[in-house]
């Protein structure tokens, strides 16, 4: 399972970035996806994951309202669009892959089984 991540940078408190990660066909359609984060000294931790499969989508209290997670299956892309940005959602930001497992369980205990290489989100107050 191969995924790569892109549209990470620098934003303002407030301001709005939009995530991509680029995966096969058959990894959005089989696999759950998600989101990953982790910042300086702190374990890394789910975000927001979906499953084509399951028709479900998962979102992190933190992520609830601001974040929106989307796959489009034309451009084999599973997106994170993040609004309303805070200081404390910088981090490196991870897309993950994982097969057989419910969308909920794989997004609560960040373990899935493939990782992309990550792109660093950074939101200056």
């Known amino acids: 399972v191969r995924l790569v991540e892109s549209g990470g940078g620098l934003v303002q408190t407030g301001g709005s970035l939009r995530l991509s990660c680029a995966a096969s066909?058959?990894?959005?359609?089989?696999?759950?996806v998600g989101w990953f984060r982790q910042a300086p000294g702190k374990e890394r931790g789910g975000v927001s994951c979906v499953s084509h499969l399951e028709r479900r989508t998962y979102y992190a209290d933190f992520a609830e309202g601001r974040f929106t997670i989307s796959t489009d299956m034309s451009e084999r892309t599973v997106y994170l669009q993040m609004d309303n940005l805070r200081a404390e959602d910088t981090a490196v930001y991870y897309c993950?892959?994982?097969?057989?497992?419910?969308?909920?369980?794989?997004?609560?205990?960040?373990?899935?089984?493939?990782w992309g290489q990550g792109t660093q989100v950074t939101v200056s107050s």
């Open positions: 066909e058959v990894t959005l359609k089989l696999y759950a």
């Open positions: 993950a892959a994982e097969i057989g497992t419910p969308v909920d369980d794989m997004c609560s205990h960040a373990t899935p089984d493939a």
